[in-house]
């Protein structure tokens, strides 16, 4: 399994960014797919997932209606559009998946939000 994010980097306070996952090494349209971050100081958390078809996904409050997961199996990519980003949403950012015993994670992709 090799999860590879991209897209990171740098922007002010009510600025989008749109991070990218590439997946391979297993069958990506079998699985749920999640994003998470860590901020400075902080434990990982969730940020949400996204169901194997894409249909359904979840975001955690604080980024509800500003995040959106998609997922394109054709291509075996994961996005997260982040929209009216805000200093709270600086962290490093993770796509993961499972497989019920084992948590993939990829390396993270920075994104800084600030003035």
């Known amino acids: 399994v090799q999860l590879v994010e991209s897209g990171g980097g740098s922007v002010q306070p009510g600025g989008s960014l749109r991070l990218s996952c590439a997946a391979s090494g297993f069958t990506f349209s079998n699985f749920l797919m999640s994003w998470y971050r860590q901020a400075p100081g902080k434990l990982r958390e969730l940020v949400g997932h996204?169901?194997?078809?894409?249909?359904?996904?979840y975001v955690i409050g604080s980024v509800k209606g500003r995040f959106f997961i998609s997922r394109d199996n054709a291509k075996n990519m994961l996005y997260l559009q982040m929209n009216s980003l805000k200093p709270e949403d600086t962290a490093l950012y993770y796509c993961?998946?499972?497989?019920?015993?084992?948590?993939?994670w990829g390396k993270g992709a920075l994104v800084t939000v600030s003035s």
């Open positions: 996204i169901g194997k078809n894409g249909q359904n996904s």
């Open positions: 993961a998946t499972n497989d019920n015993s084992t948590i993939y």
